[in-house]
């Protein structure tokens, strides 16, 4: 493993993988995996009786329990506004408490015994997004059609690939000097395409083109954190 430190957050639908990617790495490369919506989980889990393991599970097959998700990340952003617009939510707070480790979170251990190499798995709303390239995170990006129950009015569904804010956020993320990942982990593509859809990003995205094959994509994120330069469309076979 390279001995660069690493900071990513990892944006991506529900069923993209996030978690995928963000086990692996805290499991292979000991990183701290941090969730934004930890206060919303653990408010939920206290409410159900799940724990967190069935928690994730059943939030993919049973609606009630991500509309309760929905809401509950709706009282904590808009606590106190009053009804004011554009409210800062309390995810976008917490990016900077959590590099700070300055949560409840880390009340448990020592703070030196958390690892260096973090990785925030839950981002998903573009406010998060645009605070962490600000903080000199690096962007993963995963392009999926989720096949879960959604609804595409919440600010946490929005398919940022579709509307072009992911292809403005990997060039403001250049000009800060980072270098964005996309992971293209569509269960059906056409791979001309998919090349066509390559070349329109700077050269400097590196690409991983997993195609929802797990493998794969595993076998791509080693290469990224033991430094492989892949920044071209040689990955997609």
């Known amino acids: 493993m390279s001995k660069k430190q690493f900071k990513f957050f990892i944006y991506g639908l529900s069923g993209a993988g996030k978690d995928t990617i963000a086990n692996h790495l805290r499991d292979k490369y000991k990183?701290?995996?941090?969730r934004l919506a930890t206060p919303i989980k653990s408010a939920i889990e206290s409410i159900t009786g799940y724990d967190t393991e069935t928690l994730e599970k059943v939030k993919r097959t049973e609606p009630e329990i991500r509309k309760m998700h929905w809401k509950a990340g709706d009282v904590l952003s808009n606590y106190g506004s009053n009804g004011a617009e554009n409210v800062v939510p309390y995810?976008?707070?917490r990016i900077e408490n959590l590099l700070n480790k300055a949560t409840i979170d880390f009340d448990m251990l020592e703070k030196s015994a958390y690892p260096n190499n973090i990785v925030f798995c839950d981002v998903r709303i573009d406010a998060e997004i645009e605070k962490c390239i600000e903080l000199g995170i690096t962007p993963i990006f995963i392009n999926y059609e989720p096949i879960e129950f959604g609804d595409k009015k919440q600010k946490t569904e929005q398919d940022f690939?579709?509307?072009?804010?992911?292809y403005e956020w990997c060039c403001l993320a250049v000009e800060k000097g980072l270098e964005p990942v996309i992971i293209w982990n569509q269960r059906e593509t056409n791979i001309k395409l998919l090349r066509e859809g390559i070349m329109k990003y700077p050269k400097e995205i590196r690409h991983i083109c997993s195609l929802y094959n797990r493998d794969r994509l595993l076998e791509g994120i080693d290469k990224l954190i033991n430094g492989f330069d892949f920044k071209n469309?040689?990955?997609?076979?």
């Open 91 to 93: 995810s976008v707070k």
């Open 31 to 34: 990183f701290a995996k941090y």
């Open 161 to 166: 690939f579709r509307n072009g804010k992911v």
């Open 233 to 237: 469309t040689d990955v997609v076979d």
